[in-house]
């Protein structure tokens, strides 16, 4: 997967420069609320034609949890 | 601003157990909204709305972001939030609103829990202040409490509504 695209649509999603969104920048209540979570869902379906689990997402706490995830869907699809 | 309302009922009763109302309340930005469902795509639009919805509110900004909180309210009453598409939960297209029709129509996983809980009337009453639309949902498992439920949904709604509406003039 292309981590530079998905971070920079990700940045988008959650209101930050993407400059400053590295692998551990913390998601939490204010940045990371259901309607977020709905759309990088549907961000990561776009990029990569994958479901992630809706509660395995929202317990994710870091963008390197949610990049972990991607990569875990995108092997099990392999 | 009172926007408009929908229900959902079945014709079965609770007996013998006192009624229970619960309620539950999202509030959606439409700006962020807007901006969320850009980013999200077809997938997101897709997955989210219902055919029937998508052909109801088309491209519709506010209408398609009402009915998301509307899913979003129903699904807390149902104790469950919203998903998109997994098998084990409450999946946004469970949940159809369709405010022209005044009906909420659950299925699926969202029918399951419901019948869980034993809620036998399902209204959804949607307020409007400035950018922001608050959907608020009410279930109960005693149709009696119909008028009581609708009670606390107009109470609530214009309590946040008027907290929205000062916030915004501070």
């Known amino acids: 997967m292309d981590k530079n695209e998905f971070l920079a649509r990700f940045a988008d999603v959650i209101q930050v420069s993407a400059t400053d969104l590295t692998g551990d920048f913390v998601l939490n209540a204010d940045n990371w609320d259901s309607l977020v979570h709905l759309g990088v869902i549907a961000l990561i379906d776009e990029l990569y034609g994958v479901t992630v689990p809706t509660q395995e997402l929202k317990d994710c706490s870091s963008v390197d949890a949610v990049i972990g995830l991607i990569e875990q869907q995108l092997e099990k699809q392999a | ?170």
């Open chain 2, 1 to 170: 601003m009172f926007l408009c309302g929908c229900s959902y009922r079945t014709d079965r009763t609770a007996a013998g157990e006192a009624g229970i109302i619960r309620v539950g309340i999202d509030l959606v930005r439409t700006d962020r909204f807007e901006f969320i469902r850009g980013v999200g795509g077809r997938s997101f639009y897709r997955r989210v709305y219902t055919k029937p919805e998508q052909e109801a509110y088309g491209d519709m900004l506010s209408d398609l972001a009402a009915c998301f909180a509307g899913k979003e309210a129903v699904s807390k009453i149902l104790g469950t939030g919203l998903s998109l598409g997994s098998v084990d939960r409450v999946s946004c297209s469970d949940i159809e609103i369709l405010y022209s029709q005044q009906h909420v129509l659950l299925s699926n996983q969202a029918r399951g829990f419901a019948q869980q809980l034993g809620l036998v009337d399902i209204v959804v009453r949607f307020f409007v202040a400035s950018s922001w639309v608050c959907a608020i949902a009410g279930g109960t498992t005693d149709i009696a409490l119909h008028n009581k439920m609708l009670e606390c949904i107009e109470s609530a709604g214009r309590d946040v509504t008027s907290r929205l509406i000062h916030s915004q003039n501070m």
